[in-house]
């Protein structure tokens, strides 16, 4: 059974307390409310045009990005795959492994900083990294690949329509401009935004007793906002040290001891659907993730039950994949 009487008064008791105690925006003083997605992660200095938007879908499915034309972002970011590759860790250009799991690029747009380290700031600045980066597309540089582009005619047009005002309009910059456009229209409501607007039916009785374990247990603390994640860096293994220490984290960024093993808390929207889990890829049941969560982040232990509810819950946040928006278009 799906709905009941008692579900729908808990869950309008659970929203009523919740918006009294923390303001009632999505992001209240705490920072701990969950909210709604936004229908298009909006951005001040990269404004989308339909123009731009057409642009950064194309050059997101383009492999001609890469040096040997191999690879495209969708190739790890598969957008009918919930933006993933499903693999431990991504495959670049000459069948190179890189060191880390391919996050998805569903509602990343909306995170404060991107990649696990949190060194791009923005889906505009982060673009520019895997087509240069000599594992995954490497490009020699931005202008190599400026070049490239400027010797598709297709491209040419479709730059001039995207950046009217710009003398010259085929950059390497304008192309991260025109892909964190496309990026920032990738956004997946699921149910769960349907029960926060007021529709008590549309999570079960299952998922809902699994979003007050994942309140009540601790787990908001750093998973929450609308992209339950995305909003901070944490160590992994704050409470018992992480199994796997190989990969310091943002201390390869910053160079600090204390960033040792600090990873941005992911976004745990279609996390059902994103699979291998961890900055290594290294789980494979969401399960099992949940339960490393309690143990290395909380210092506590999940019975079964609990467990079982809270994966309930977290399959609540399995959005639906925007078809049209995310057509592979005829490349120029
Ligand atoms: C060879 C596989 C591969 C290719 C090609 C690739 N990516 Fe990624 N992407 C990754 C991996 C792996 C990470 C995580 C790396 C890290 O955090 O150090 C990542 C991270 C990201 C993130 C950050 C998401 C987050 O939650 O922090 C975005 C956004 C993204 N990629 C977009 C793109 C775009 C746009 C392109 C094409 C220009 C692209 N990627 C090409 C594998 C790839
Ligand atoms: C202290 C902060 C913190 C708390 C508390 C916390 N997490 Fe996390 N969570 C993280 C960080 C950081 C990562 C990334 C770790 C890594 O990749 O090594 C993560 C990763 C995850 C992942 C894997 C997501 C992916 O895409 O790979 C899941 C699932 C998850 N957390 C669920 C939970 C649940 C359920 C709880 C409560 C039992 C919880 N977390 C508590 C910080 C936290």
């Known amino acids: 059974m799906r709905k009941t009487a008692t579900l729908t008064a808990i869950a309008a008791l659970a929203l009523t307390a919740q918006m009294g105690r923390h303001g009632g925006g999505p992001h209240g003083p705490h920072g701990r409310m969950m909210g709604t997605l936004p229908k298009q992660i909006a951005s001040e200095t990269n404004p989308a045009t339909p123009a731009k938007v057409a642009l950064g879908r194309t050059l997101f499915y383009d492999p001609r990005l890469s040096k040997d034309g191999s690879t495209s972002c969708n190739s790890c970011h598969d957008l009918s795959n919930y933006g993933v590759d499903g693999k431990p860790v991504s495959t670049g250009v000459n069948g190179q492994k890189g060191g880390?799991?391919?996050?998805?690029?569903?509602?990343?747009?909306?995170?404060?900083?991107?990649?696990?380290?949190?060194?791009?700031?923005?889906?505009?600045?982060?673009?520019?990294?895997?087509?240069?980066?000599?594992?995954?597309?490497?490009?020699?540089?931005?202008?190599?690949?400026?070049?490239?582009?400027?010797?598709?005619?297709?491209?040419?047009?479709?730059?001039?329509?995207?950046?009217?005002?710009?003398?010259?309009?085929?950059?390497?910059?304008?192309?991260?401009?025109?892909?964190?456009?496309?990026?920032?229209?990738?956004?997946?409501?699921s149910r769960w935004d349907s029960f926060l607007a007021g529709n008590r039916n549309a999570i079960t009785e299952e998922e809902f007793a699994g979003h007050h374990e994942f309140m009540h247990g601790g787990c908001a603390q750093c998973h929450n906002g609308a992209y339950v994640g995305g909003g901070s860096l944490q160590k992994a293994g704050l409470k018992v040290a992480w199994p796997s220490q190989a990969d310091p984290g943002r201390m390869a960024v910053t160079k600090a001891e204390t960033d040792r093993m600090v990873f941005k808390v992911p976004s745990l929207r279609n996390v059902a659907k994103t699979g291998p889990y961890f900055h290594d890829g290294s789980v494979t049941e969401l399960e099992k993730a949940v339960e490393m969560m309690a143990k290395h982040q909380l210092g506590t232990t999940l019975d079964g039950t609990q467990k079982k509810q809270i994966v309930a819950w977290l399959n609540s946040l399995t959005g639906e994949i925007p078809k049209d928006y995310i057509k592979a278009p005829k490349l120029p």
């Open 100 to 189: 880390r799991n391919s996050p998805t690029v569903y509602n990343a747009a909306g995170h404060v900083l991107q990649f696990w380290d949190g060194r791009a700031a923005d889906v505009e600045e982060q673009a520019k990294g895997p087509v240069l980066n000599p594992i995954e597309m490497a490009m020699p540089d931005g202008e190599d690949l400026a070049a490239k582009l400027r010797a598709i005619p297709g491209y040419v047009k479709m730059f001039a329509k995207a950046f009217p005002e710009a003398v010259e309009p085929v950059t390497f910059d304008n192309m991260a401009l025109a892909i964190g456009a496309f990026e920032r229209g990738l956004v997946t409501p």
